[in-house]
């Protein structure tokens, strides 16, 4: 359950006509009164007799009361309180006690004896109500308000454990601004999906992804479409800036601009200047020139490497240093989703949108360390857009298993230091780089598995018993899996190139967990091509190379076979995350 305290306003008329309007609004529907300060106050939608313009004087009457120059500029107190999707229709009655809970946490109506303002709860839909007061107590005075938007929050988390709705983490302040109901409903006048604020933060976000200096960072904006104004001082040093659509604009026609400090609390320039400042190596050997990122496919396999290695910080490294990795983990995600083909496009988005929550927190992250993430991030942007298939589309695959790992290790981080809402927000993000991967992975494994079903009986059977030697504990479940030929014939592939597949395999199985795993082998088929430097998509090697050669040179192998391991109609590979 979500209140969400809208910022005070001063036509209380306006905002009644609002919610028992029904004309424009598709989810406005049967509007009526389910509880107000005095539990007699007119309801304009259900008595005919009653106007709007009965229950606005009824609520401003202490305000007018006032003397004119007492009176507050911004008079209207306006929250609405949102049930979750999953939860149950609650009744008039039950919203009706939400109501008045709400309106005594906040302080708007106290209760026990002390004075109140007048305020009224409107419910024009299922899930979610309106609650309306006037900034001014029976007797005169301004209510005791302060953070009402947070005692909302706390009292709302009481609610859903009495009423057994969905709970919602508990936030700690570092949460991006909610858009407001003004602004929702804008967006769904004009059509939009999501509201300007909301689209203004993720095109920054995408900015920023391995920007290296201001100039880049406001060239990015500028390329994306928005309107920019910089904010400098006499001196001529650049302090801020807002960013605008060209379409979204107020009454008078004119475009309306957000600070970054408004889309977020680490867009502010400040706080974006801090990435790069740390950017610089920190040694000679990271200051030897790079060749640059050769195309999305090394892009993506250097997101791999570099992602691969950031999953030990979360392990042994310092709180401060993990927060950084986890903040420059989101500039890779909106860099690969920025850059995928359109079938992973939308479950990449998701991932990035998601985990925008996760990648701020109280703990200060401190640059620097995650200058590799970054410039994994900086990679793919300028390694521009992926095709969907081949080597750019197999090795989106390899980096969306590895990214995996690391969002679910930001998770359990997020967890363990009691950050409710990060961790999950990280969860969700791994739930859609999943839908993600299945996408990216399917045909680059389905080569692997018709290369693996074609092995050789003698070399199947020594792979068997290699897997059984070199990961004892893992074996059967690898061999029960679809993906297990796949796996083969990277093994295969890994021993044709020179390397010592048992050693290989041992190495990439203990280095990272793998409880989180839906397929082992997917995720073993993806390290060891990795480590091994083998194609990702292995549909570009001659078919020999994996399977006559090998199986020549082997004979018969004394390892048993893999029986039972195949069912009828698993004639397909079925890549899991």
Request: hydrophobic content about 40%.
């Amino acid at each position: 359950m979500i209140p969400s305290v809208n910022p005070s306003g001063a036509d209380t008329r306006g905002l009644l006509y609002y919610l028992y309007d029904t004309g424009k609004h598709e989810d406005h529907t049967d509007p009526r009164l389910v509880a107000s300060f005095d539990g007699m106050s007119p309801d304009p939608g259900r008595d005919p007799n009653a106007a709007l313009t009965d229950l606005q004087r009824l609520l401003d009457q202490p305000m007018m009361a006032l003397a004119e120059h007492a009176r507050p500029a911004k008079h209207v107190w306006h929250t609405s309180v949102r049930a979750d999707p999953g939860d149950r229709i609650l009744t008039d009655e039950e919203w009706a006690g939400i109501a008045r809970r709400i309106v005594a946490a906040t302080g708007i109506d106290p209760g026990e004896g002390q004075s109140g303002c007048r305020w009224a709860a409107v419910r024009h839909a299922d899930d979610h109500i309106h609650i309306v007061a006037t900034l001014v107590t029976e007797d005169g005075h301004r209510p005791d308000d302060y953070r009402s938007g947070a005692r909302a929050q706390a009292e709302a988390r009481l609610i859903e454990k009495e009423l057994g709705l969905h709970q919602v983490a508990p936030g700690d302040g570092t949460a991006a601004m909610r858009p407001t109901s003004a602004e929702r409903h804008k967006a769904e006048r004009q059509g939009r999906e999501r509201t300007a604020r909301e689209e203004l933060r993720e095109a920054v976000r995408r900015a920023v992804s391995g920007a290296q200096n201001d100039e880049e960072f406001f060239a990015r904006l500028a390329a994306a479409g928005l309107l920019i104004r910089k904010r400098a001082a006499p001196s001529g040093d650049l302090l801020g800036y807002k960013v605008a659509l060209p379409d979204d604009l107020n009454k008078d026609g004119e475009p309306i601009f957000y600070p970054g400090a408004r889309l977020a609390p680490d867009l502010s320039l400040p706080r974006i200047r801090e990435r790069w400042s740390a950017d610089a190596p920190a040694s000679p050997k990271e200051a030897a020139p790079r060749t640059g990122p050769g195309g999305p496919a090394a892009a993506r396999r250097g997101t791999a490497s570099a992602v691969w290695q950031a999953v030990l910080i979360f392990e042994h490294g310092e709180d401060a240093v993990a927060a950084a990795h986890i903040a420059a983990a989101g500039e890779v995600l909106d860099a690969l989703a920025k850059t995928s083909a359109a079938h992973t496009r939308r479950g990449l988005h998701d991932a990035a949108r998601a985990f925008e929550r996760a990648s701020r927190s109280h703990v200060r992250a401190v640059r620097g360390h995650d200058r590799a993430l970054r410039q994994a991030a900086r990679d793919l942007v300028q390694g521009g857009p992926a095709l969907g298939r081949g080597e750019d589309g197999a090795t989106t695959a390899m980096a969306i298993d590895m990214l995996f790992f690391l969002i679910t290790a930001a998770a359990h981080w997020h967890a363990r230091k009691g950050h409710a809402q990060q961790a999950e927000a990280a969860n969700r993000a791994a739930q859609h780089l999943r839908t993600a991967y299945q996408a990216a992975a399917a045909q680059p494994l389905g080569v692997l598995y018709e290369r693996g079903r074609r092995l050789s009986r003698p070399l199947l059977q020594r792979q068997t018993a290699l897997l059984r030697e070199a990961l004892p504990t893992l074996a059967e479940q690898i061999l029960a899996e679809p993906g297990w030929y796949a796996l083969a014939a990277t093994v295969a592939e890994a021993e044709a190139a020179g390397h010592d597949s048992a050693t290989l395999l041992s190495e990439v199985a203990a280095r990272r967990e793998l409880g989180t795993a839906e397929s082992v082998s997917d995720v073993l088929v993806w390290r060891m091509r990795r480590a091994a430097d083998l194609p990702a998509d292995a549909a570009q090697l001659p078919e020999s190379s994996t399977v006559t050669t090998r199986s020549t040179k082997l004979g018969t192998s004394t390892g048993p076979s893999a029986p039972g391991r195949r069912r009828r109609g698993e004639d397909t590979a079925r890549p899991s995350r």
